[in-house]
C-alpha cells in the first residue's frame, strides 16, 4: 500500500507562487511514476504533471507548461510541485497520485494512478 499526504496549498494573489509538497510512505516511493492532477468545482480532474522514477523524465499540461515544475526528493520519500505565474483558472483542489510505473512511461489519465491523496486546496484571487 501507499500512503499520500498533501499539503502546501493556500490562498494566494494572481501571479503569486505556492509549493505543493505530497509525503509518501508505504511502497519504495523511489520506483514510481508520480503525478499531480487537479480538481475544479464541477469539473473533471485533469492531469497536472508527472515524473519518472528518478526525475530525470518530465510531462506537463500544455495549461501549466513554463509555470509549473514537478520535483521528487526521493531520499525523503517526498514530491513537489512549484507553481508560479498563477492564474484564476489554476484554482483547483490538487491531488497527488503514485502509479505502479517503474519506467520512463508518464501517464496523464488518473486510471493509470491507483493511489491518491486527500488533495490540498489552492485558491487564487484577482
Known amino acids: 500500500q501507499v500512503q499520500l499526504v498533501e499539503s502546501g496549498g493556500g490562498l494566494v494573489q494572481v501571479g503569486g507562487s505556492l509549493r505543493l509538497s505530497c509525503a509518501t510512505s508505504?511502497?519504495?516511493?523511489?520506483?514510481?511514476?508520480m503525478a499531480w492532477f487537479r480538481q475544479a468545482p464541477g469539473k473533471e480532474r485533469e492531469f497536472v504533471a508527472a515524473?519518472?522514477?528518478?526525475?530525470?523524465?518530465?510531462r506537463y499540461a500544455n495549461s501549466v507548461k513554463g509555470r509549473f515544475a514537478i520535483s521528487r526528493d526521493n531520499a525523503k520519500n517526498t514530491l513537489y510541485l512549484q507553481m508560479n505565474t498563477l492564474k484564476p483558472e489554476d484554482a483547483a483542489v490538487y491531488y497527488c497520485a503514485a502509479s505502479l510505473i517503474s519506467s520512463s512511461i508518464l501517464p496523464t489519465t488518473r486510471f493509470e494512478y491507483p493511489y491518491w491523496g486527500q488533495g490540498t486546496q489552492v485558491a487564487v484571487s484577482s
Open positions: 508505504g511502497r519504495a516511493f523511489s520506483s514510481q511514476t
Open positions: 515524473i519518472n522514477w528518478s526525475g530525470g523524465f518530465t
